[in-house]
């Protein structure tokens, strides 16, 4: 690809990084402009590597988008992924607190939580939400389950998980206040 159509193909491709990163910055208050450029570091190795023999360009472009922003969310997080693993499986030693930033061996968890960050266990404050609210936010949150899984496995719709999620976001904000 000559450099000149190389450019233009990444700018006419940055709508994708674009929704993107907006899908992960509802899950919590990340930067939007942070996840846009980790998501066009991804955009660009992809157009690097795109063989249109292979298919649509977004079927290559996705993953590799997804991947990049998704590598530059656990650069942020103090835990190594066995650790992290270790936290969310219950055999680790580490202290079961919300969103305790940048203690190593302390688990962090989604920023949305940081509001009662080292005050409330996570346990008991999922503790206020129904079991199936419960069993949505622990699913996208904690096991990294996106919506679509989550709504197969309940019998319900992505958007309905996605209210659901909400309304418990807003619950647990009311318990801590």
């Not at 997080?77 to 190593?104: F, I, W």
């Not at 409330?120 to 404050?125: G, K, S, V």
Request: proline residues 4%.
């Amino acid at each position: 690809m000559v450099a000149g159509n190389r450019d233009q193909f990444i700018l006419d491709n940055l709508q994708l990084v674009y929704s993107i990163a907006y899908r992960f910055a509802h899950k919590g208050d990340l930067e939007l402009d942070d996840l846009i450029s980790a998501g066009t570091l991804g955009l660009i190795k992809a157009v690097d590597v795109y063989d249109p023999k292979r298919g649509a360009f977004t079927t290559c472009a996705y993953p590799r988008i997804v991947g990049a922003i998704q590598d530059w969310l656990r650069e942020l997080d103090p835990l190594s992924r066995r650790q992290r693993c270790e936290v969310r499986d219950g055999t680790s030693d580490a202290p079961r607190y919300v969103g305790v930033d940048g203690d190593v061996g302390m688990p962090s968890v989604p920023c949305c939580f940081d509001a009662v960050a080292a005050k409330i266990d996570a346990e008991m404050l999922l503790r206020v939400l129904p079991s199936r609210s419960r069993r949505c936010v622990v699913d996208y949150y904690w096991k990294d389950r996106n919506l679509w899984e989550i709504a197969e496995d309940m019998g319900l719709t992505e958007s309905r998980v996605s209210q659901i999620i909400s309304e418990a976001k807003i619950q647990m904000r009311r318990a801590v206040a």
